[in-house]
């Protein structure tokens, strides 16, 4: 997709953007509830696929796109062509920029049902318009996320690729890459990845190199002489056994790695290995990468294989291609500058209104819950903020429209995995169980008034 | 994402590619095999999710992202820093322009397994690295347009909307709006689809409109006040039967429609109506959108519901996100310039080898099979182009580099709809039924040689 180029800054991020947003804005302006301030938060009601944990992915790089959520004359000529928004509220859309407070996990932290994951505060104008935007990231990205950590606990020390672009829309391809990176894996396959967000790229033939010679072993002598012998042969396009027996004839016994994109792996695997280490090619490591999820890769823990590169099941969340999240008005304030807490009644998408602080509870290192206070006001707050015995968990991301610039970039994407990293250690061990379950801690709101 | 400016033309698509593609480049341009002719062919071995019908989509966008697909400054430079590829494949890249030709299926034509959705010839060097960019799109768009198609033979002649935006990365979520549009879906809820590709946008109000106000009927009086009568109203952010009394009091029995977004919807639908017939507001239209895949838009059938707004379901290709298409290497020339039929041997994931023609054969207007002539060559299949009875599918989409651009931008968009409408008449009856089946109709290989 080709974005315009916004007044300044990188291509407009305004209109990824449902339309309603903008009708409530417009309709807003009108009866004057445009300048009420509101506290909006974005959460999960329940955890993707009925997972232990959730991953918090997408915040840095939300903060990016916020920063160009600006309406130019490109996004201004279609809003007023379509009829979208009355002249008013095109006045105020071409000076619109987020003026207001957010707060958030920081990226890579663990999720509940009920985590405010982002609390967004300003104007109802310039807070409601960040509904979509915010929610395509933190969807998309956690999902992504929770996934991939599965995958990370499954596979142990042994490394994990992302290899999936060519099986998620070419930009989420991207941002599965970035999530799938922040939640444990070492590398990807995808080349803008590897520029945009510093993640390290990896890849060396496919199936296709193969068939363009006229032998395999023209096809693995050609790939040896351009990356040397410690590159990795693909020894699966005709026989495996053939395969593998050119690939150490043509490399010698230093042969880097072969990798098996096909068959039942872990027969394959243990066959491979043996008759590598017959050939004196114990060093030889070996990759696998056919169509592997979390549970794939758990079932071959205990077979020969050095390696795991994933495709389709991580850059598709595994089952769950969205963490289900939403951005809900929580509290706003009246005519007389009070707060007032608010929430929809139905009962099935009920939510619990008012303003919330969340802390991990721990006991002895382990996470024992996700403590949620709640309260219609600011002030009560900071009362329990310094809750003994647990962890606070949310950071200012922007303070009055400045982005912290600490989580954006390629630094951002290197702490967040460090954060993801260490607060996983945190899990109890019943939440690294890949079977369906309740959420490994329970979330206990306490009211803070 | 930012994607930064390439040499010309809007922003460089050439890195949203898989790292082994230019290693493999690299290698070709070493070792000759670069400039042998190929044929590669994207195709799907099955359809997603057991689905009687695929539905192609994103042919049109990939054209525009193929003309993107240079390397400017920052690209190559990036190649170099990470020492991808060497000094003469960064010279090859800089000059990189696809020249080949790619033929296909026509955006919103029907696809079964083997179907040639896509048929790019060129050099290996020019036509490799244009693997992931057309799988990531052909795979992503597809998959959601396959799950849209269903929705639209579910809900019949009732209006459907697309509003599944937050429920998918940002730039996706564009390409998902344009592809539920192609396969029958009326209007979104994405300003950006509505700029890019002329998709009818819509939206009135969310939750937080009613919670922003100080009651209900305030918020019902803003939003009639800012948009008419004419406008729907969500009812269902207190008590229903009290949000559309308040609904009908405020708008008058001349209320353009209501909202529901929570409950049971065949109840809450039946006693909506009954309520506002009572209330005499008897052309007031009922739009539900709570939740709905293709199964409940088929269960509301007998529902006085007048419209459906469907979200997460059709953006996340209601249970199969991605279509599993591949990109293969099936015939390339050898030194002496014949072609020679090349694929893969696993049982597994056995492709067919050498070029392809395809057809659908009707019965009377009614699709009976899809009809596939192999050949290692090009000319033998022209004998096979006129096969009495079938409908050829393959068009010219790009020819020497140069896209045809009716495929492309909105126009394309719009071509791509109607076409859509007009070869799902084709379908037999029973691929209309939701449940998984085998495709509905065989995949019939004929040798053309």
């Known amino acids: ?105 920081r990226e890579g932290e663990l999720y509940f049902p009920g985590s405010p994951i982002l609390t967004v505060e300003g104007t109802f104008a310039e807070a409601v318009v960040l509904e979509t935007l915010a929610l395509s990231v933190l969807n998309h990205d956690s999902a992504i996320a929770t996934a991939a950590a599965r995958m990370s606990v499954a596979a142990g020390e042994r490394p994990l690729a992302e290899m ?56 693995f002598r050609a790939q040896i002489e351009a990356l040397g012998v410690e590159t990795t042969l693909l020894v699966d396009t005709y026989d495996i056994r053939e395969g593998v027996a050119t690939a150490v004839r043509v490399a010698g016994a230093g042969l880097g790695g072969v990798r098996i994109d096909s068959g039942d792996l872990p027969t394959v695997a243990a066959d491979v290995r043996a008759q590598l280490d017959e050939l004196g090619a114990t060093g030889t490591r070996i990759t696998v990468t056919s169509d592997l999820d979390e549970f794939a890769i758990a079932s071959l823990a205990a077979s020969p294989v050095d390696s795991y590169g994933v495709g389709t099941s991580v850059v598709t969340g595994s089952g769950s291609p969205t963490a289900g999240m939403v951005y809900k008005l929580v509290a706003r304030q009246d005519d007389a500058g009070g707060w007032v807490a608010v929430a929809k009644a139905s ?75 260490r607060v996983r250690e945190e899990l109890p061990v019943r939440a690294l169980a890949l079977s369906r379950s309740d959420p490994a801690i329970p979330t206990v709101y306490v009211d803070a008034e």
């Open 164 to 219: 999936g672009s060519r099986r998620a829309a070419e930009s989420s391809a991207v941002a599965a890459a970035r999530a799938a990176y922040i939640a444990g894996f070492g590398a990807t396959s995808n080349l803008e990845a590897g520029r945009r967000w510093g993640i390290p790229t990896m890849g060396t033939a496919a199936h296709s190199w193969t068939l363009l010679h006229d032998s395999e072993e023209a096809a």
């Open 1 to 105: 997709m080709t974005l315009r180029q916004a007044q300044d800054g990188g291509p407009s991020t305004a209109l990824l953007t449902d339309r309603y947003e903008l009708t409530m804005l417009d309709a807003s302006l009108r009866d004057g509830t445009a300048e009420r301030r509101c506290v909006f938060e974005l959460f999960a009601r329940r955890l993707p696929g009925a997972r232990r944990f959730g991953v918090v992915a997408g915040t840095g790089r939300l903060l990016e796109l916020i920063r160009d959520f600006r309406f130019g004359q490109d996004e201004l000529r279609f809003l007023k062509d379509e009829n979208v928004v009355d002249a008013a509220t095109l006045d105020f859309l071409e000076e619109y920029r987020f003026t207001g407070s957010i707060t958030g996990y």
């Open 347 to 421: 009962t099935d998408k009920g939510s619990k209104g008012g303003r919330k602080a969340a802390f991990r509870t721990l006991d002895d290192g382990t996470a024992t819950s996700e403590l949620i206070a709640v309260s219609d006001g600011f002030e009560q707050l900071q009362t329990v903020a310094s809750h003994p015995g647990a962890r606070a968990l949310q950071v200012t991301l922007m303070a009055e429209g400045e982005p912290d610039a600490s989580y954006e970039g390629a630094a951002g994407v290197e702490a967040a995995r460090a954060h993801h990293a």
